[in-house]
């Protein structure tokens, strides 16, 4: 089993950045894949950002190119993501999830793991 946990969400301003942090624990060397979803109230989870097992494929949403950027840092079972320019439509959970492997990166189903989320609260 993998354990993931976010942290770093909050509420900013539009224009601002925030960094959402995921700590894996557990079976740790499964965690291939690791990437970013979001969900907003009303809306279905989508892919926003992920990445490779050594980090150097990533992937991003349309709507998040040019703003946000994932990384890791496996030595600290460590997943970022760096939100700049976020505007109110970037409002909503924020979940890790983790993977041993998949065809399609920013696709739910390759994540078997999930955190519970971090809050990202975006005002104009």
Same mark, same amino acid.
């Given at each position: 089993?993998?354990?993931?946990?976010?942290?770093?969400? !909050?509420?900013?301003?539009?224009?601002?950045?925030?960094?959402?942090?995921?700590?894996?624990? !557990?079976? =740790?060397?499964?965690?291939?894949?690791?990437?970013?979803?979001?969900?907003?109230?009303?809306?279905?989870?989508?892919?926003?950002?992920? =990445?490779?097992?050594?980090? +150097?494929?990533?992937?991003?949403?349309?709507?998040?190119? !040019?703003?946000?950027?994932?990384?890791?840092?496996?030595?600290? $079972?460590?997943?970022?993501?760096?939100? $700049?320019?976020? =505007?109110?439509?970037?409002?909503?959970?924020?979940?890790?999830?983790?993977?041993?492997?998949? +065809? +399609?990166?920013?696709?739910?189903?390759?994540?078997?793991?999930?955190?519970?989320?971090?809050?990202?609260?975006?005002?104009?």
């Amino acid at each position: 089993q993998v354990q993931l946990v976010e942290s770093g969400g !909050g509420s900013v301003q539009a224009g601002g950045s925030l960094r959402l942090s995921c700590v894996a624990s !557990g079976a =740790t060397h499964i965690t291939k894949i690791m990437g970013w979803f979001r969900q907003a109230p009303g809306k279905e989870r989508e892919g926003v950002a992920a =990445t490779s097992p050594g980090g +150097s494929i990533t992937r991003y949403a349309d709507s998040v190119k !040019g703003r946000f950027a994932i990384s890791r840092d496996n030595a600290k $079972n460590t997943l970022y993501l760096q939100l $700049n320019s976020l =505007t109110p439509e970037d409002t909503a959970m924020y979940y890790c999830a983790a993977g041993a492997a998949g +065809s +399609s990166y920013l696709a739910a189903q390759s994540y078997p793991y999930w955190g519970q989320g971090t809050q990202v609260t975006v005002s104009s």
